[in-house]
């Protein structure tokens, strides 16, 4: 995946949000108070609802460094950007799933790819739209451009929730705690279990070692396969149970969004577990799937080759296999 452009952080950066939805607020609001970019760009076609929200947030910028916010009806608003991030289209549904929703926003991405990519010939595109991984594909192919930038999301949320399980599990700070799910960002994602660790040690070795001290604390004993299944379970399910009770997810998702942002428009090189159009990663290919991936200014510079168990790696031969009966059902294979 070479690029030929110059990898620095880029200063004046710009970030356009397509979709004034409860995700697309939701991210640049994140992005303002993290100071992801210097600009915020926010798109709706509802005119009335995108100058209000860009009114609200603009309000808000004495507490918020040195960004500013921009946006409106008019697809021009996202020109020249330098990562754009695609929030629009049909809203998740209590009891739907992320597949479900996949005809409507393909035909979306159909229409508005090419025309952002007009507008911001050189940006990064990460989609935020649920299924991610078949809109990461479709949004590929309508676009054009290499896999490298354009890609989804993917399980960056996902890995995090199941971070957080796991920090309140065995009692040390989430930023110590090191655990990725992969495949699917849908039914079919599971952790890798055995590439997780707290701190420099493996999460099995943690725990038998906080077994055998005696202790009476939490996390003092070792996980059983029940638990981890249960985990898994929670963390697959962690949208659903925010979707009934509130409608949407809105947070997290900006708060991920905003931290996928920040790796390109820094050149970070930053380790996540985003979603792109895979060639051959570990007998995968032409669907996207979220694994651990290298994130600077280029978009992907890489995806890495983890160590899978043979439990992994059959599941996740399963989820390509769930993904590309979507793509062929969509005509995107």
Same mark, same amino acid.
């Given at each position: 995946m070479?690029?030929?452009?110059?990898?620095s952080?880029?200063e004046?950066?710009?970030?356009?949000i397509?979709?004034?939805?409860?995700?697309?607020?939701?991210?640049?609001?994140?992005?303002?108070?993290r100071?992801?970019?210097?600009?915020?760009?926010?798109?709706?076609?509802?005119?009335?609802?995108?100058?209000?929200? +860009?009114?609200?947030?603009?309000?808000?910028?004495?507490?918020t460094?040195?960004?500013?916010?921009?946006?409106?009806?008019?697809l021009?608003?996202?020109s020249?950007?330098?990562?754009v991030?695609?929030?629009?289209?049909?809203?998740?549904?209590?009891?739907?799933?992320?597949?479900?929703?996949?005809?409507?926003?393909?035909?979306?991405?159909?229409?508005?790819?090419?025309?952002l990519?007009?507008?911001?010939?050189?940006?990064?595109? +990460?989609?935020?739209?649920?299924p991610?991984?078949?809109?990461?594909?479709?949004?590929?192919?309508?676009?054009?451009?290499?896999?490298?930038?354009?890609?989804?999301?993917?399980?960056?949320l996902?890995?995090?929730?199941?971070r957080w399980?796991?920090?309140?599990?065995?009692?040390?700070?989430?930023?110590?705690?090191?655990?990725?799910? +992969?495949?699917?960002h849908?039914?079919?994602e599971?952790?890798l279990?055995?590439?997780a660790r707290?701190g420099?040690?493996?999460?099995?070795?943690?725990?038998?070692?906080?077994?055998?001290?005696?202790?009476?604390a939490?996390?003092?004993?070792?996980?059983?396969?029940?638990?981890?299944?249960?985990?898994?379970?929670?963390v697959?399910?962690?949208?659903y149970?925010?979707?009934?009770g509130?409608?949407?997810?809105?947070?997290?998702i900006?708060l991920?969004?905003?931290?996928i942002v920040?790796?390109?428009?820094?050149?970070?090189g930053?380790?996540?577990?985003v979603?792109? +159009?895979?060639?051959d990663?570990?007998?995968v290919?032409?669907?996207?799937?979220s694994?651990?991936?290298?994130?600077?200014?280029?978009?992907i510079?890489r995806?890495?080759?983890v160590?899978?168990?043979?439990?992994?790696?059959?599941?996740f031969?399963?989820?390509?296999?769930?993904?590309?009966?979507?793509?062929?059902t969509?005509?995107l294979?």
């Open positions: 070479e690029d030929t452009r110059t990898m952080v880029i004046n950066s710009k970030l356009a397509v979709g004034a939805g409860a995700v697309g607020t939701s991210l640049a609001y994140a992005a303002l108070i100071e992801s970019a210097r600009e915020v760009a926010l798109y709706d076609i509802n005119s009335a609802k995108v100058a209000a929200e +860009v009114l609200d947030l603009a309000h808000g910028t004495q507490f460094g040195a960004s500013r916010v921009t946006g409106g009806d008019d021009d608003v996202v020249d950007a330098n990562v991030v695609i929030t629009a289209g049909a809203r998740q549904h209590p009891g739907q799933s992320r597949l479900e929703m996949a005809g409507v926003n393909v035909e979306i991405l159909r229409d508005l790819m090419p025309k990519v007009k507008r911001a010939p050189d940006a990064i595109f +990460v989609l935020v739209t649920n991610v991984d078949v809109l990461a594909v479709a949004a590929q192919q309508f676009s054009g451009l290499p896999p490298a930038r354009v890609f989804g999301s993917g399980t960056v996902d890995s995090s929730r199941l399980m796991l920090s309140e599990r065995v009692g040390v700070a989430i930023s110590n705690v090191h655990a990725l799910i +992969v495949g699917e849908g039914d079919s599971f952790p279990w055995s590439q707290v420099p040690i493996s999460l099995a070795d943690w725990m038998l070692a906080r077994g055998a001290s005696g202790s009476a939490t996390g003092s004993v070792p996980f059983s396969e029940a638990e981890f299944e249960s985990i898994s379970d929670e697959k399910n962690a949208a149970k925010v979707i009934e509130k409608g949407a997810t809105n947070y997290a900006g991920s969004g905003a931290r920040e790796a390109v428009l820094r050149d970070e930053a380790i996540l577990p979603s792109s +159009v895979l060639t990663y570990r007998g290919s032409g669907v996207a799937l694994v651990p991936s290298v994130i600077d200014a280029s978009g510079a995806v890495i080759d160590p899978f168990s043979a439990k992994e790696q059959a599941l031969e399963h989820s390509a296999a769930t993904l590309r009966a979507s793509l062929d969509l005509g294979a």
